[in-house]
């Protein structure tokens, strides 16, 4: 049937393989719970390496630059064993420094333009109940279904507010955490 032995071993390897990857599908389906713990447990054990590989990549560059420039005139054995360390803990705090300059001048645009979308959406919301409380349906298309909808609008702006500040507490959580364990690690 085959005239070639080289095509029937690519098709005997293709017909395996479907068959091996159609069984781990199967078996990872069937056992989703087990794959998710693995993951979860390789992500956990991921997490430091990646953590220190950020920290490496960040803090390479000005160690080089401060290592290059500190004793660079009559150096002695101390000071050239002092030289990594020091700059290693220079450039730590100038990371840390930048970051930390940078959030400041960050953080508060952004708390402003969150306080200004929300007061926006607030506003609309109370335009909203005092259109609701004004309109005549009669003059707009399809003003008799839109009259027979009834939307609690000031409940939805306290609903609105609710998921806002947990919204806030979440990212100041995790923020706080990353932190944390950014700082744990180093």
């Not at 700059?87 to 508060?108: D, E, Q, T």
């Not at 003059?139 to 806002?164: A, C, T």
């Amino acid at each position: 049937m085959f005239e070639d032995i080289e095509t029937h071993k690519k098709l005997s390897k293709w017909i395996i393989g479907t068959f091996t990857a159609c069984i781990l599908i199967y078996l990872g389906i069937r056992h989703i719970s087990h794959v998710a713990d693995a993951v979860m447990w390789l992500k956990d054990l991921l997490n430091p390496l990646l953590i220190g590989l950020i920290l490496a990549l960040f803090l390479n560059v000005p160690l080089g630059v401060i290592e290059r420039h500190l004793f660079p005139k009559h150096p002695t054995s101390r000071k050239t064993k002092m030289r990594r360390p020091l700059a290693i803990l220079l450039s730590f705090i100038l990371v840390i420094g930048v970051f930390v300059g940078v959030a400041f001048l960050v953080i508060p645009e952004l708390i402003d333009a969150v306080s200004i979308v929300i007061s926006s959406l607030t506003n609309g919301l109370d335009q909203l109940v005092a259109f609701e409380s004004t309109a005549d349906y009669s003059k707009i298309p399809f003003g008799e279904q839109l009259s027979q909808i009834d939307i609690d609008f000031l409940e939805l702006k306290d609903n609105l507010n609710e998921w806002l500040n947990q919204l806030g507490t979440t990212i100041m959580d995790t923020a706080a955490s990353a932190f944390g364990s950014v700082v744990a690690t180093a």
